[in-house]
Nanobody, 125 residues
Framework: QVQLVESGGGLVQAGGSLRLSCAAS????????MGWFRQVPGKEREFVAA????????SYADSVKGRFTISRDNAKNTVALEMNSLKPEDTAVYYC??????????????????WGQGTQVTVSS
């Protein structure tokens, strides 16, 4: 059973930056594709970014492309989401997720098998 723990959320002004981190324990992290999703109350969980098991492929939602960067460190079992030029509409709970099937980078919540507990990101205007 993979355990994922996010950190790095908080309150930031519009235009600012935050770096989210997700630490994985148990399982074989280096074989998993990893993703970040976000969710606001009353809305469905939304894809943000994903990275392949090797780090060689990435995918981003159009709404964050050019502002967010996903990266991973397989030696440390961590995946990060660097968020720049933050906007109030980026406010959400951000979740880290692991996809154990290595074929394809998943962009749907149903593609992922394990989830963290989430970390709140609030961007003030």
């Amino acid at each position: 059973q993979v355990q994922l723990v996010e950190s790095g959320g908080g309150l930031v002004q519009a235009g600012g930056s935050l770096r989210l981190s997700c630490a994985a324990s148990r399982g074989t992290f280096r074989s998993y594709n990893m993703g970040w999703f976000r969710q606001v109350p009353g809305k469905e969980r939304e894809f943000v970014a994903a990275i392949s098991w090797s780090g060689g492929s990435t995918s981003y939602a159009d709404s964050v492309k050019g502002r967010f960067t996903i990266s991973r460190d397989n030696a440390k079992n961590t995946v990060a989401l660097e968020m720049n030029s933050l906007k109030p509409e980026d406010t959400a709970v951000y979740y880290c997720a692991a996809k154990t099937r290595i074929i394809g980078i998943g962009v749907r919540p149903t593609d992922y098998d394990y989830w963290g507990q989430g970390t709140q990101v609030t961007v003030s205007s």
